[in-house]
């Protein structure tokens, strides 16, 4: 049986306007973020910083990862010793950009599954329009889904929207961006109430593009060197 770990908090900060944001504050997570907003930090130093922001911010985010015991032998004697469930973790990045977080994640669960889901904002609507899904099994298992942006928030939550449709409920499910909009939160938390946003940043606003300020521009064409 797991243990109950529900009383253990990951270390975040609350804000009361956003009760479904938790703000990851760690120094290192905060100079990271900085130093990927510059718009004179070439593609190969934004690809590392985010899959190094993201095992940072993974390591805050799987505190309340479910433990279970398992007799081990130390050289000594045999023991109960705890250990994460770790083969009942999906990554799921929405690409394109979400697969500059998922390295991180893999680097402190190397059993974890990953699943993908191809979404891209029409530039007119803003909406998303999907292009491909590819899941793993639903099955007890916790979902982590990634995407440095969260923008309108309508591309999460039809990400989530996706999931749902897959069998996995809200409760399953965890959102970790870089920098999140109040826009993006406010429309992710009347889609999904349930789901927990994990985000190294709370920015100002989106602009008249929606794209989010002052933010870092496209993760996707920034991450991939597109334009
Ligand atoms: O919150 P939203 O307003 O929906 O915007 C956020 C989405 O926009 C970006 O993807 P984009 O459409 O640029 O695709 P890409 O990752 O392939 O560049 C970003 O990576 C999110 O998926
Ligand atoms: O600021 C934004 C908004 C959407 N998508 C991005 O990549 N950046
Ligand atoms: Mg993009």
Do not use: C, W
């Not at 899904?133 to 889904?145: D, N, Q, S, T, Y």
């Not at 985000?199 to 933010?215: K, M, Q, S, T």
């Amino acid at each position: 049986m797991p243990d109950d770990t529900s009383t253990l908090r990951t270390p975040s900060v609350h804000n009361p306007d956003f009760p479904n944001l938790h703000l990851l504050d760690h120094p290192l997570i905060q100079h990271k973020l900085s130093l990927a907003r510059r718009i004179d930090t070439p593609t190969i130093q934004f690809r590392r910083l985010l899959k190094e922001i993201s095992l940072l911010m993974g390591y805050e985010i799987t505190r309340t990862l479910p433990l279970e015991h398992h007799a081990i032998d130390t050289p000594l004697e045999t023991m109960q010793a705890p250990m994460i469930q770790g083969k009942k973790v999906a990554v799921v990045a929405i690409l394109r950009a979400g697969l500059g977080m998922t390295s991180g994640l893999h680097e402190l669960m190397p059993s974890a599954r990953e699943g993908h889901i191809g979404l891209y904002r029409d530039p007119e609507t803003k909406r998303p329009v999907e292009y491909l899904v590819k899941l793993p099994e639903p099955e007890g298992r916790l979902f982590i889904l990634v995407d440095p942006m969260l923008a309108t928030g309508h591309s999460a939550a039809y990400a989530i929207d996706v999931l749902n449709r897959h069998g996995v409920a809200d409760a399953n499910i965890r959102f970790m961006a870089l920098v999140a909009a109040p826009e993006g939160l406010a429309v992710l938390r009347e889609a999904h109430p349930g789901v927990p946003v994990y985000a190294a940043a709370l920015d100002r606003e989106l602009d008249d593009h929606a794209y989010i300020r002052p933010g870092l521009g496209d993760a996707g064409d920034r991450l991939f060197g597109t334009k």
